[in-house]
């Protein structure tokens, strides 16, 4: 499953105008080889897990303020935990789990 147009997940998923979010979880900010990061997220010094991923999905801007992420944020904690649990289904090389 993919949005083309922000981030995809899975076997052959590749960055769009996000980086794709296969093995997000531990992996440290800005790291995706050939995705455009704002500075402000690249230089972030934080890996991604389950209090990271959801204050950043809650506000983007406070989590790492001068971020270019054109996204509101989410306030349901739950669509959050969903959100975070379906990415966790994919390691790093696009297969599930």
Not at 21 to 30: A, C, F, S, V
């Amino acid at each position: 499953m993919e949005n083309a147009k922000l981030h995809a997940v899975g076997t052959g998923a590749k960055n769009t105008l996000g980086p794709e979010h296969n093995g997000l979880m531990g992996r440290k900010t800005g790291a995706v080889a050939g995705s455009q990061y704002s500075p402000a997220l690249k230089n972030s010094d934080f890996a991604w897990d389950q209090a990271t991923f959801a204050a950043f999905m809650q506000n983007p801007r406070t989590k790492v303020p001068g971020n270019n992420m054109a996204f509101a944020g989410m306030k349901d904690q739950a669509e959050i935990a969903s959100l975070r649990a379906y990415l966790t289904r994919f390691n790093a090389d696009g297969s599930s789990k």
